[in-house]
């Protein structure tokens, strides 16, 4: 398969360190010393499923499609609103297409995920033109008095619509059952015969043992595909990884002995937003003209449960 169009929605909150400064024990300082984030946009009035429909709509038109050449839907998504139905479902509907939809959750790492199981699909003769949407609202899942946690989040929406062709190079996708280090529980609701002892809490997440497996995790996954690529770390021209934290980033950058050059970010800008940073991140640079046809990029993403994934693909667009 090949990415044929790219596009990207963000709430209209800005949220800056500053304004935390007001009701949490933290500072500009602390926040941008050990995550390089100095400002996130949050979900106020917005609804994350006008947010993902708008965003697919971008990337259709951006391909020079309409709703109706999608055979598929792929929706990355972790949490908001509605249990059921799907959010795909919901953005079919919202976009006016007609074809079978499904939603995955693997946590950050969703968006390559869906990625992968759209090049499945496309190869199977089972589609020939796939919208996958990663859309997230983290800010809805922490508690707004833990600066651990909450400092570090922020919510969009970024779709890209893949079809035929022979940009996805390889992809690379791995889960270490660690359930331990990241999670969050919520309550279902109650029923006159539950007598187990259940357990609901804001996410939870050991900071240390996240850094460590995430920057152990992604510099594995980028290596095994180089290597299975035949290529060298500066054969890509642009790397980009899951926007979680400035510091996961540079280690990677460390790892690989490149310079920051490779790395583009938007985490300072934009908090980290699960499995849409990805798309966030690329469709900046899409509709910036940072593209060129034949450019090698490199996705990599970790995530809760511990999953992580990965994939070089070549613009073709």
């Known amino acids: ?25 933290t500072s500009d300082e602390w926040i941008k010393e050990r995550t390089g ?17 708008e965003a697919s709509r971008l990337a259709i038109e951006d391909a020079g499609l309409s709703a109706s050449d999608i055979d598929y839907i792929i929706c990355s998504n972790v949490i908001n609103e509605y249990i059921t139905p799907g959010l795909s479902c919901i953005i079919q509907g919202n976009i006016g297409a007609k074809c079978a939809c499904v939603d995955v959750n693997a946590a950050c790492s969703g968006f390559i995920y869906a990625l992968d199981m ?16 990663a859309a997230e609202e983290p800010t809805r899942m922490v508690d707004w008095s833990d600066r651990a946690t909450c400092v570090l989040f922020g919510d969009g929406a970024g779709a890209v619509v893949v079809s035929e062709g022979d940009g996805f190079m390889a992809s ?7 359930t331990d280090c990241l999670y969050y529980q919520r309550k279902l609701e109650p029923t006159p015969y539950i007598t187990k002892e259940e357990h609901f809490s804001a ?17 594995r996954d980028i290596k ?50 699960s499995s849409a940073s990805i798309p966030l991140l690329l469709d900046e640079l899409n509709r910036e003209g940072k593209l060129q046809r034949g450019d090698k990029l490199l996705f990599s993403a970790f995530g809760a449960g511990f999953t992580t994934g990965a994939c070089i693909i070549e613009w073709t667009k």
């Open 203 to 219: 996410l939870y997440m050991n900071g240390r043992d996240v850094f460590k497996t995430a920057v152990l995790s992604s510099s």
């Open 1 to 25: 398969m090949r990415i044929v169009g790219t596009g990207r929605v963000h709430p209209s909150k800005v949220v800056t360190n500053h304004m935390l400064e007001q009701f949490l024990d």
């Open 224 to 273: 095994t595909l180089l290597d299975s690529c035949g290529l060298q770390p500066s054969d890509i021209k642009y790397y980009v990884l899951h926007q979680a934290n400035m510091r996961i980033v540079e280690a990677i950058a460390h790892y690989l002995k490149l310079d920051m050059s490779f790395f583009p970010h938007n985490v300072e800008r934009c908090g980290n937003t």
């Open 118 to 133: 759209a090049d499945d699909r496309i190869k199977s003769g089972k589609a020939k033109n796939i919208l996958v949407v």
């Open 172 to 178: 690379r996708l791995t889960t270490q059952s660690k």
């Open 37 to 53: 984030i100095t400002e996130r946009r949050l979900i106020s009035s917005e609804r994350l499923e006008d947010m993902a429909s």
